[in-house]
């Protein structure tokens, strides 16, 4: 996640959208005074990956009221305690790297009033794929069938929608919903429009994969992810793509 007061931009980080690679492009422009999350495992030449300016204090009680408003009076809603929001500020850990723009709204108040607001999202199938592969990062035998096995089984970790990472009140809340799958061009876009000249931009590649031969899935495993990314699917109109079709 970053934070530009130079530029006047939020850069809210998504899972599995390239978010490494657009940190490390947008990091040497961010300014000195931008908050700016740590990056780990650093990339070879990362001159901060600890951040900067990401550390300090706030106020938990506004996100414990909300944490316990939305679980009816429970302890845990997407996998956070109500009392994570003390974990953090006893770590002075103000901002991270995953944070929802209603949270970094919230913890960096007015200061970040008008500035251009973004993230990326990624073709729902594709975006599971992708995270799959990653938790199992150290597994020589992957194959379609255990990837299935992944998908349909209840207690998967991994497969979850980031839908509330950039809206609000279940509405888009940022100014510009990158897509993965255009990556390079609408991240030119991106840095025209904040003031940064795009020319001669040139992607890092972090944390690529390699992917199982394409094939097709089985009609439940699709409706598994059409399932958990239903709102993503309706508001940017995705759809199985071409390699995972019969």
Not at 41 to 59: H, K, Q, S, T, Y
Not at 162 to 186: C, I, K, N, Q, S
Not at 193 to 217: F, N, Q, Y
């Amino acid at each position: 996640m970053i934070i530009s007061h130079q530029h006047k931009f939020v850069f809210i980080k998504t899972r599995k959208t390239a978010g490494s690679t657009i940190e490390m492009v947008l990091r040497p422009w961010a300014g000195d005074d931008a908050v700016v999350t740590p990056l780990l495992p650093a990339p070879p030449g990362l001159g901060d990956p600890m951040g900067r300016n990401c550390r300090g204090v706030f106020n938990p009680i506004p996100e414990m009221k909300r944490t316990w408003r939305e679980t009816g009076g429970g302890l845990r809603v997407r996998g956070r305690g109500i009392f994570a929001p003390l974990v953090k500020l006893r770590q002075r850990r103000a901002y991270f790297e995953h944070m929802s723009l209603e949270l970094v709204r919230q913890r960096a108040g007015c200061s970040i009033d008008g500035y251009f607001t973004f993230c990326f999202e990624r073709n729902p199938w594709d975006k599971a794929l992708s995270a799959w592969l990653w938790f199992n990062r150290e597994r020589p035998d992957l194959d379609l069938r255990a990837f299935e096995q992944w998908l349909l089984d209840p207690n998967t970790k991994g497969l979850f929608s980031e839908w509330f990472m950039y809206t609000v009140d279940d509405e888009v809340a940022v100014d510009f919903v990158g897509r993965f799958e255009t990556l390079e061009d609408d991240l030119r876009s991106v840095l025209g429009h904040v003031g940064i000249d795009p020319r001669g931009l040139d992607l890092p590649h972090e944390k690529r994969t390699t992917r199982p031969p394409s094939s097709a899935i089985s009609t439940a495993a699709s409706e598994r992810v059409a399932q958990v990314f239903h709102r993503e699917i309706k508001e940017f109109g995705y759809d199985l793509p071409c390699q995972f079709r019969p």
